[in-house]
């Protein structure tokens, strides 16, 4: 059984400094005072290239040879970790060849592309895309990159929680947003290793509340594909590995409709003038939401990501607009 | 004839510690990569209240003895020095009574309003706020904070730019929303006090270049108010006290339209997840637009402020968005 620990994390973290942004924990006293606890807010969505998931493919392609990653490598991703992970391999001077869903929105295909990938798509509600990723990186003879189920992408995920509790010092609970399980299993390993009392919370869309499931049942869950406006949470079963861990680690699994996950995204841009996307602003929308029982004085949360284009998020914050085609 | 020094811009930066937010400085590489420099951009934008404002409006509070602002304070704004003045009056333990104009952006009054402000408003077309303002300061027997014609607001505000400093070093440039003349006269104070050789470029929205005007005529000039998007840069004339120090340390001022600062909202919000308001988004969209002749390597800015609700965000950034009645 592979474990990951407090040291994978650390060794994480010292590979990343000068690459990844330490990004700003963030406050806002209005929030402090709707929930009635003291909010740190680690913002991922200030990450380079938008979201955590930087942290965890550059950590995943450090780890690989020169000559493994010479010839490009692989990688299948709802999204941010497409935009990670191209960014990750044009800093290692090689390039990255993406299935992304057809369904992605328009922008997190566009900064991939920018970033110099290859992106081939498929129907995410039909196409199985762990076994077309493996398949793709077969043919092309690359290595696989999976956007949790990877020990080295884990660790680097943990170094996210682990840069906000070295700033906040120990805090009562943490709160992550879970999809797949791999921001939230290498949050729980790094917040755990430092402070075992830590109260860590997974939160998920109640369309697509795989995790919660599976811990509750002990066992790995699976859901249909889940209809959510948070296409950055939208696993159908947790990952194994992930699951390994947060089974172990993590304490309670909140759950946030879309309607919530709205009203924390308009707080955020119109409050704390920050992007979240919908993924993202979950945390934020269990708290407004008065989702979780006996909230602890001190609270941590990761914003995990803010890739959203303008148009999606008037389209979801400002009801009262509608495309309209112009001219 | 008053003078503010690098000193008094120190001292204001003393007083603000543990109360101001110590912004984090933005980069974007690619940013970088478009415009061909180094951009250092410093966020007020995530200061408390959404933007630089509290910094001069706490400043000089302070500077107040307790019982000059015991019976409370007045000021007049066309919107984010209202905010910073409820919140810095708030903080004192006593409260703002404040002059707005009626068109103010929806938010920024509701914000004025939660930190517990009294709001006044009146025609920002036909009227003459400042001498509104005296009229009611005198009336009430209040103390009056101007948003700018104020050497403890003007030394307050020049505090980001000696934090964007002390963070990065020497830069070839810094660019500044010039708006009634405060922020620029205050970062020109410290940033020349720090490195007298620094290009000090202030940016106006073309429709309001009436400190453009004023540095070629070499003395105060006049316009009509102007239409603009950039709401914060709305100012008619520049302020005496701010010319003053303007006309002797800001080197040139750069134009903008209204569309070029649109263009720098959606980069600002798609690109590097943050909120900017118009005139915070000024000195981004002259870098976008290529205003800037000559551009140095190492570059700064001060986003300005990120007040701006969701409505009217889609509104200005996604033209093909609608308002539309619903139900």
Chains 1, 2 share one sequence.
Request: aromatic share 4%; proline share 6%; glycine share 12%.
């Amino acid at each position: 059984m592979i474990t990951i620990t407090l040291e994978d994390v650390r060794d994480a973290a010292a590979r990343l400094v000068g690459v990844a942004h330490r990004t700003p924990v963030l406050r806002s006293r209005t929030l402090d005072a709707m929930v009635g606890a003291e909010i740190h807010l680690k913002a991922e969505n200030l990450q380079r290239a938008g979201a955590f998931k930087f942290r965890g493919a550059y950590n995943a392609l450090s780890r690989l040879s020169p000559g493994q990653r010479a010839g490009g490598v692989a990688a299948f991703s709802s999204g941010n970790h497409a935009q990670a992970l191209a960014l990750a391999a044009r800093e290692f001077g090689t390039t990255a060849v993406i299935l992304m869903p057809a369904d992605t929105p328009a922008s997190k295909r566009a900064a991939a592309e920018g970033y110099g990938a290859e992106i081939i798509t498929y129907d995410r509600y039909t196409a199985d895309r762990a076994a077309l990723g493996a398949a793709l990186a077969a043919e092309r003879g690359l290595p696989l990159i999976p956007p949790y189920e990877h020990p080295d992408v884990i660790a680097g995920q943990g170094t996210a929680a682990l840069e906000l509790l070295e700033e906040t010092g120990e805090l009562g609970a943490l709160l992550v947003p879970a999809g797949g399980g791999g921001l939230l299993a290498g949050s729980a390993t790094a917040a755990k290793g430092l402070h075992p009392g830590i109260r860590m919370i997974g939160v998920e869309p109640e369309a697509g509340d795989d995790t919660r499931r599976s811990l509750v049942a002990g066992r790995r869950v699976g859901i249909s594909v889940p209809r959510t406006i948070a296409d950055g949470q939208g696993a159908d079963i947790p990952g194994e590995l992930t699951f390994s861990i947060n089974r172990r680690l993590v304490d309670e699994i909140a759950l946030v409709t879309d309607d919530e996950i709205r009203a924390a995204m308009r707080f955020a841009f119109e409050r704390m003038r920050v992007v979240m996307e919908p993924s993202g602003a979950s945390p934020l929308a269990a708290l407004m939401a008065g989702r979780i029982e006996r909230l602890p004085p001190r609270v941590g949360l990761i914003i995990s990501g803010g890739n959203i284009d303008a148009a999606r998020f008037a389209e979801l914050v400002c009801p009262d607009h509608e495309a309209t085609t112009v001219g």
